[in-house]
């Protein structure tokens, strides 16, 4: 067993009102192995009544420092890394200038190694310790990322993208070598041998995932919907809603839909453990629809400013009951850096000249990129917390990082004054330690150099 002595901040459980935080100002964390092996956490709170029931145990003092949960980001692109910041006129054009050009690159296994190790490198630098994430659509991208990922012991969901039409030939689903089956079957039992290789080993989820609806055909949508029937307990990702354009192009290609979200229900696409990015142009149609279902939304705030695509009706959402957590949606958002993601999130929620305008409080603005995104993903209680139990998945926060951060936190009276300080001056530097669980009584720890 390890303890940690240091200010810590844990959310309310599901059993418990709200997305409240609360900080233990002089705190003990205590992780350690479960029966598998599995570090988890074993007590979490005030280090006067915890520091006798494990006497036995080293304890870390980390003075000045705040112990967090890891930060779970629910959607991103390992492939577009790369493109990060290129200049576009809007989301269509940004995919045909730089995004499919530079994942055409990714049918290489090396080029897709080296990436997945920069990408998940760039996550856990930045506090990011379970993540959703697209591949590209061929195989080598996705045992590239899982490969990479198994290694770090990350907490990581993706998939093979599906995609047989209406882009270049080079990013589209390939068919068999022989010719035996077509781009659509072969994606597809490609699909189901990478879910049975890599489904549930270690840390590792699958995630079946069309690129959205416009890029598959009928047959291979419905494939999709197939295989999340013959499998419930993988995840689906996607993208809906996300731009006005976009959406004007679903409805011509699936004219028989309700909306463009209803087209994924049409296919047995919208369940529990489905997540699909954006949702922007919505109405309470979709949003029921979407509640209802048990899908959840990933709100990518820096990537809808950047590409001009819109802002997330959080008010709307929170009056219907849709559930959403936050993304950074590299690379057509702009940061890895959580901070950077929750205040964008702050921005856009402001924003009320298009829709209602209200103030997410900086406790739920943290709790969407934590334990309220572990929700949204069915991983409650088991990441984004620091309830015994939770993989011991933690960031060790300096508030003091820079100047600027540290005179600011010296001022801060109250949780939310000190929270807000830290997500409205805080970036990777902020993130002094990234604590991942692993199995065999081993932690990784990444420390700041």
């Not at 509640?291 to 009706?313: C, E, H, I, K, Y």
């Amino acid at each position: 067993m390890r303890a940690y002595r240091a200010s810590i901040l844990s959310f309310a459980t599901d059993g418990e009102s709200g997305f409240g935080a609360a900080l233990e100002e002089d705190g003990l964390l205590v992780v350690g192995p479960d029966a598998s092996g599995r570090q988890r956490v074993q007590a979490s709170g005030p280090y006067r009544q915890l520091k006798t029931r494990f006497p036995a145990v080293h304890i870390e003092h980390l003075p000045g420092r705040i112990i967090a949960p890891g930060f779970i980001d629910m959607h991103n692109h390992f492939a577009q890394t790369n493109v990060i910041g290129s200049p576009a006129d809007g989301l269509l054009p940004w995919l045909e200038r730089y995004t499919f050009p530079e994942e055409q690159r990714f049918s290489s296994a090396q080029y897709s190694a080296e990436a997945a190790r920069f990408f998940l490198d760039e996550l856990l630098r930045n506090g990011v310790t379970t993540a959703l994430s697209f591949a590209t659509c061929s195989t080598e991208s996705v045992d590239a990322l899982f490969c990479e990922a198994q290694r770090r012991s990350l907490r990581l969901i993706t998939g093979l993208c599906l995609m047989d039409r209406h882009a270049p030939a080079g990013v589209l689903n390939l068919a068999a070598p022989d010719r035996s089956r077509s781009a659509c079957e072969q994606s597809l039992l490609d699909s189901e041998l990478l879910l049975l290789r890599w489904h549930g080993k270690d840390r590792l989820g699958y995630a079946i995932t069309p690129r959205f609806a416009p890029s598959c055909s009928e047959s291979q949508l419905q494939g999709a919907g197939h295989l999340a029937i013959r499998y419930p307990e993988v995840w689906i990702q996607s993208h809906v809603a996300e731009n006005r354009d976009e959406i004007a192009w679903a409805r011509q290609l699936f004219p028989s839909s309700a909306s463009y979200l209803a087209t994924y229900a049409d296919f047995g696409l919208l369940r529990r453990r489905a997540v699909y990015a954006h949702c922007i142009h919505f109405d309470d149609q979709d949003r029921t629809l979407m509640r209802d279902s048990g899908a959840v939304a990933a709100v990518s705030p820096t990537s809808n400013l950047f590409l001009g695509s819109g802002f997330f009706d959080f008010a709307a959402a929170d009056r219907v009951g849709l559930q959403y957590g936050l993304a950074s949606d590299v690379g057509g958002g702009t940061s890895f850096s959580p901070f950077h993601t929750m205040l964008a999130a702050y921005y856009v929620a402001r924003e009320g000249h298009s829709k209602t305008g209200l103030s997410l409080s900086p406790q739920q603005l943290w709790w969407q990129h934590t334990a309220g995104a572990a929700r949204a993903l069915d991983l409650e209680g088991v990441v984004g917390n620091l309830q015994p139990g939770c993989e011991a998945d933690f960031v060790v926060l300096n508030p003091q990082a820079t100047p600027l951060l540290g005179r600011r936190t010296a001022q801060a009276s109250n949780l939310d004054e000190l929270l807000l300080a830290m997500i409205v001056l805080g970036d990777d530097r902020l993130i002094e330690r990234t604590v991942i669980s692993q199995a065999q009584d081993v932690l990784l720890t990444i420390d700041r150099p």
